[in-house]
């Protein structure tokens, strides 16, 4: 029982030093700050030597440049922090005033920054061995651009573009943010053009969405000084914030960069350097290497791919490809072949199907500006390479699973395509849907239930086709009129617009409508004015028709 008792006292102490101390801790600024002497302009503080700090208040009643006088020149004597109140129990502080000898001054120390208009709380720790003196004067601004506090975001300066933009004082007020709006997409280059800091302080670029709360992310950096350099990057309309983080303490932590801005043709070719871009089959994207060269493209099924970098800069181009996990992340390094000369890096791999990130790079840190184009290809067919006047049509449908080749790697274009291939590729269509309106029937060179009466049954069960004496004929050719009628039948395609006349074409040929229909669709457009309906459909330009009827149908 005595022992639960003195265990109960304890506790009871414990908690109550606990609460005096967070109360303590809660009145700080309020006990020490709050009602603290005005500190005047031009007013002399003199003060004897002793173990705790000093408190004043300054108002200014408009921007100025300060400037901070102490007769003490020894380096780190005197610490002076400049605070505001922003409700916390400390107040923050935004700006560090320290003594030193760099200033070339004998018998004292002169600090200048500048503030903005408002009440300063001003903190001194003077040294313990002997008094101290101090003043500060005000004058107006020396230049609109990095006024203090501007330490967060939303306290960023507005800068202009295309204009040398150089810091202001001698004081270390830690981080400095900068904004700037770009009203149409643009070339922005950051370049740090002089500074007086330590080799790991930087100027950053980044993406803000303040609106979203969804954090920053970094667009570009440049360092000093031991690797200054420039980054560019292709930005969208928007408003851009700048930090330099300095994490020097001692005197004169000066700096000047620059951002410079440059129209672009078509900036839809290039990089999304905010969200990273994604990559389409056949489609070339340019960019400028930076932080953000993500680019993304997802496979449906197995395939083999190719990737081409092409830059005229003289770095050696590299890259890193990985693939997605289950949670979304792209920790999975793919290995690859590359071939690699000044100039060109190609990649190619065989990936399985899922979500992909693939990051141009240089081997070394390049100190000048890299411009670079990547394209994505989708390396399906060994006769069908990427210069080939239907790669893009071929691709696209060998994407959507339609088409699929031979079994030795090829895709064999210029064959004539036949009945069976032609009603097969049609089958693997995803939404297609076929209405039965009769009962299939028996053709002679079909046997019931075999893969051929399970092709074709959909098809002639809808009235898509009818056969001739009896048969499917199957391994025949297939005409282009054939062709149009099959096309018009299976998509139910209607006339648009006006109808186009080929020579070889009457009216009273019995695909002669079809062809009007398929015409007016933008499917077909004959050569010098010619359909050519008997002769036999080759397997691209069923690929051709069949592609542009299906951006016909995204269309509508």
Known sequence: MKKWLLLSVFLGMVLSVDFKAEASRISYFDKFMKDAPFWPVNARIEKVPDYSYDY???????????????DDPSKGSILVALLQDDGSENGRSFAFIRTTEDDGEKNKTVQQLQLRAGLYYV???????????ATYTVAPLKSPIDVEPNNKVQEANPIALNTPIKSVGTIDAFDDYYRFTLDKTSKVTLRTEKFNLQSFDSVKLLYVDIDDNKGHRYLA???????????????????YTLKVSASTSGYNPT????????????????KNSIFGTTLKAGKKIRGFLG????????????????????TDSKEIMSAILEKANESGEYRQIIDYQYVQQQGLYTITALLQAGNYKIEPSTRWQQQNEVNYTIQFDEVTYSDVPTTYRYYSEI??????????????????PTNSITRRQVFTMLSRYNDLHLTPIREMIQFKDIIRFSADYTLILPFYSAGIVDGSNGKMDLSSNLTRAQLAKILVNTFDLKMKGTSTEFNDVSSKHYAYNYIQILASNGITKGSYGNFMPNEPVSREHFSLF???????MKES
């Open 56 to 70: 004043y208040r300054m108002q200014l009643d408009e921007d100025s440049l300060v400037t901070f006088t102490f």
């Open 123 to 133: 903190r001194i720790d003077g040294p313990e061995e002997k008094p101290y003196n």
């Open 221 to 239: 950096t440049t360092t000093t000084p031991d690797f200054p350099k420039s980054d560019t990057e292709v930005l969208p309309p928007g408003t």
């Open 255 to 270: 700096y000047q960069f620059i951002v410079k801005t440059e129209a672009i043709d078509h900036p839809e070719t290039y």
């Open 291 to 310: 932080r953000n060269d993500d680019y993304y493209f997802t496979l449906d099924h197995d395939q083999k791919v190719k990737f081409t970098i092409t």
């Open 395 to 412: 691709m696209s449908l060998s994407t959507m699973g339609i088409i699929q080749g031979y079994t030795d790697g090829q895709f064999k």
């Open 546 to 552: 069949l592609y542009r009827l299906f951006e016909n």
